[in-house]
DNA sequence: GCCGTTTTCGGCCCGACTGTTTTCAGTCG
């Protein structure tokens, strides 16, 4: 993705500017370009041919020089001669908890310090105390910095931290001093991974709460423990943080805590053109400093003339305007859904007989499930005359379930050129087809959107799934043009899988806003290879709500009637068919 | 370096905490 290389090139800059002591504006400037190009879904090339950078938020004059100048030579001049001045491997101490771009510099330009290594052995010497500013106990806390680096997680799964947020709450939640408790953070808003856990809780008496929190099963090592916040290394790797607030204050700490971070800074600058002051204990009138919200979330928004904002939402990316307007959009919610169209059963590689699924199904309340098992060629696909009897067998089941009503379906792979694993006679026989690249990756972004275009052109597929191909942490999306694929979805009547699965969340959140904007339908399925699986859901819906999407975008929030007219409207009539 | 219902200059979110300080700089979320 030549987007991230812009965007890492510019976070390069802005930590040597930093690092040099350049102003903080500037810094922060560097880097909200940086962030708004890594989440841009067209390419960054495309925006130099036709002279629209500037229309990037953030990016102005100066900076859209030296992307195009980037873009042109691979090179940036200043970004050279920075390097001269800075060695580029000082930005690694920022990554130091308690190490800043001051400490950084100060321990470069004094004692020649390069490296982490070179500092941790400065630091247990006793050579760093005598710099301005620094003594014994911050020696210490750089070792200690250095130590926390190699042990913590760099970010955690979004289901991997629910559950040790879950566990955490269902412990604090005993205590009869919290009166309310609320996981924050990137965790609230369903980021699909989490740098550390945030959570809030409401009470007049702090003490015991933090008491019991540094003492759970699981703490590996507390941080810092005091009456308003306590940090713990808990297990995974993975920070935890209490912040303990009276009640009174709720509102304005759960807006403030759960962030983004970009999104409060907007609402304050917001808030300073109104003559009000935000903080985490409530929104302020200047100058006389009278409390006018604070209790409620709801409150805060209100005060500063929006409606509230779900916390999905909360990434400035717009949200602030469509409050404004009033046009907050009816996100989806995990109620809404009504059937989960990408199960695995024992056929294939899943772990359960089709019954078991249905049965847990009903149990969630569901009205329908596709089982939609591998074809060949995978190892463990099921062959054509076994899936001819899996059809029969999901018949004969269904005329004794009355809860339920089991779709038959298959994940045909989208084989290289872009044809599919099965011929449409068998295709036409499945109620779900859903097609999906699983093999020879590693194409041009050109031939991928090729291949991908082509398979859409198969009159049974009614889902592309996991379209990306990406597994978070462990394998980078193939190079497609999303939004070619997006306009062909809308124009067709395919849908684009949200797969559910924690470790995938494809598509991501930008790309289902792109599928919004573009009325493309979105399917959302967990790929569930065990019952536990079913239970994805919730972060297939988190990642649409961040993608802005409403129950009629999703097509399993349907009733199966409009479930079925979707699924055939592609298909070519029994009549006109020959053969 | 960006940006504009304070519009081409002068602002830019806000508070807590820590360690080093005798009034504050650095870091963090």
New binding site residues.
């Given amino acids: 993705m030549r987007n991230d290389k812009v965007a890492e090139m510019l976070e390069e800059l802005g930590d040597l500017k930093e690092i040099l002591?350049e102003?903080p504006?500037?810094v922060?400037?560097?880097r909200?370009?940086a962030e708004a190009i890594r989440r841009l879904t067209t390419p960054i090339e495309e925006m130099v041919e036709q002279n629209k950078l500037?229309e990037?938020?953030?990016?102005?004059?100066?900076?859209?020089a030296?992307i195009t100048e980037f873009i042109r030579t691979g090179k940036v001049r200043?970004l050279e001669e920075l390097r001269g001045k800075v060695p580029p491997s000082l930005r690694a101490f920022?990554?130091?908890?308690?190490?800043?771009?001051?400490?950084?510099w100060?321990v470069y330009e004094r004692l020649g310090i390069t490296t982490i290594e070179e500092l941790e052995r400065a630091a247990r010497e006793g050579r760093l105390?005598h710099l301005?500013?620094?003594?014994?106990?911050?020696?210490?806390?750089i070792i200690r910095?250095i130590q926390l680096l190699k042990t913590t997680a760099q970010r955690v799964r979004l289901d991997i931290a629910w559950k040790i947020a879950d566990y955490i709450i269902g412990e604090l939640v005993l205590l009869p001093q919290a009166k309310l408790i609320l996981p924050a953070?990137s965790l609230r808003r369903m980021k699909e991974t989490i740098?550390?856990v945030?959570i809030l809780v409401a009470t007049n008496d702090s003490e015991p709460v933090m008491d019991k929190f540094v003492s759970l099963d699981g703490v590996r090592d507390v941080l810092?423990k005091?009456?308003?916040?306590s940090?713990v290394l808990f297990e995974h790797g993975l920070?935890v943080?209490v912040r303990a607030v009276h009640p009174e204050s709720f509102g304005a700490a759960a807006q403030?805590?759960t962030?983004s971070?970009d999104h409060?800074?907007?609402?304050?600058?917001r808030?300073?053109?109104l003559g009000?002051?935000?903080?985490?204990?409530g929104v302020?009138r200047e100058p006389t400093d009278e409390k006018i919200a604070g209790e409620t979330e709801e409150g805060v928004y209100e005060a500063l003339g929006l409606l509230w904002i779900p916390p999905e939402m909360r990434e400035n990316r717009g949200e602030i305007e469509a409050a404004e307007r009033r046009a907050i959009p009816s996100l989806i919610e995990l109620d809404d859904i009504r059937g989960d169209l990408h199960i695995h059963s024992n056929w294939s590689d899943g772990s359960e007989t089709i019954e078991a699924l249905a049965k847990a199904a009903v149990e969630i309340g569901y009205e329908y499930i596709a089982i939609t098992d591998h074809s060949p060629p995978l190892g463990w696909g099921v062959k054509p005359e076994d899936l001819r009897r899996q059809i029969t067998q999901i018949r004969k089941l269904n005329e004794h379930l009355n809860d339920i009503l089991i779709l038959t379906g298959v994940e045909v792979d989208i084989l290289h050129d872009g044809t599919l694993a099965l011929d449409d006679e068998l295709l036409s026989e499945f109620d779900v087809v859903i097609a999906s690249i699983h093999s020879q990756m590693k194409m041009s972004a050109q031939k991928m959107t090729e291949r991908i275009l082509r398979a859409m052109e198969n009159p049974y597929v009614n889902i592309i799934g996991h379209p990306t191909g990406r597994l978070i942490g462990q394998r980078e999306p193939y190079e497609v043009d999303m939004e070619a694929i997006v306009k062909r979805a809308a124009s067709e009547g395919i849908a684009l899988e949200i797969n559910a699965s924690p470790e995938r969340l494809d598509l991501k959140d930008e790309h289902a806003r792109m599928c919004k904007d573009y009325g493309a339908p979105i399917a959302i399925g967990t790929d569930a290879h065990a019952i536990v699986h079913l239970e994805f859901m919730k972060y297939g819906v988190g990642t649409a709500r961040r993608g802005w999407l409403e129950p009629s975008d999703v097509i399993n929030t349907k009733p199966v009637k409009a479930v079925r007219e979707f699924l055939i409207q592609r298909r070519p009539s029994r009549r006109s068919r020959k053969g």
Avoid: C, H, W
């Fill in positions: 002591g102003n504006f500037k922060r400037a560097y909200r370009a500037s990037i938020d953030g990016v102005g004059e100066s900076l859209a030296k200043e920022l990554d130091i908890p308690d190490m800043g771009p001051r400490t950084a100060l105390r301005p500013g620094m003594g014994p106990k911050k020696e210490e806390n910095g953070g740098g550390d945030d810092a005091g009456t308003t916040k940090s920070q943080d403030y805590f962030g971070k409060n800074i907007s609402l304050r600058e808030g300073i053109k009000l002051k935000i903080n985490e204990y302020f």
